[in-house]
């Protein structure tokens, strides 16, 4: 059974920095692509970032680019959001996912079958 825990939100006052982390669990890390995506009250899901099976490929939603940078860890089974001169509009819930074991889109939560629960990016302006 695959379990994604997100943890690391919080409040955080404009132009300040957070680092999310996803401690996955279930099946091998390293076979898979990771990514984050996020949705904010009355808005759908949108996507965030994500990363190869690797780390060599890494991928960005324009609004987030330069100021987001995800990694990943497979030796700890892990993968970071590391978050920079946030922004009130990233206020969000933050989702980890793990993406489908085929070819497919990075950008589209379709293409990701397990999520984590959320957590939750308050950014004051």
């Known amino acids: 059974q695959v379990q994604l825990v997100e943890s690391g939100g919080g409040l955080v006052q404009a132009g300040g920095s957070l680092r999310l982390s996803c401690a996955a669990s279930?099946?091998?890390?390293?076979?898979?692509?990771m990514g984050w995506f996020r949705q904010a009250p009355g808005k759908e899901r949108e996507f965030v970032a994500a990363?190869?099976?690797?780390?060599?490929?890494?991928y960005y939603a324009d609004s987030v680019k330069g100021r987001i940078t995800i990694s990943r860890d497979n030796a700890k089974n892990a993968v970071y959001l590391q978050m920079n001169s946030l922004k009130p509009e990233d206020t969000a819930v933050y989702y980890c996912?793990?993406?489908?074991?085929?070819?497919?889109?990075?950008?589209?939560?379709?293409?990701?079958?397990?999520w984590g629960q959320g957590t939750q990016v308050t950014v004051s302006s």
């Open positions: 996912a793990q993406k489908r074991p085929f070819i497919g889109s990075y950008y589209t939560s379709g293409e990701y079958d397990y």
């Open positions: 279930g099946r091998t890390f390293s076979n898979y692509g």
């Open positions: 990363i190869n099976r690797s780390g060599s490929s890494k």
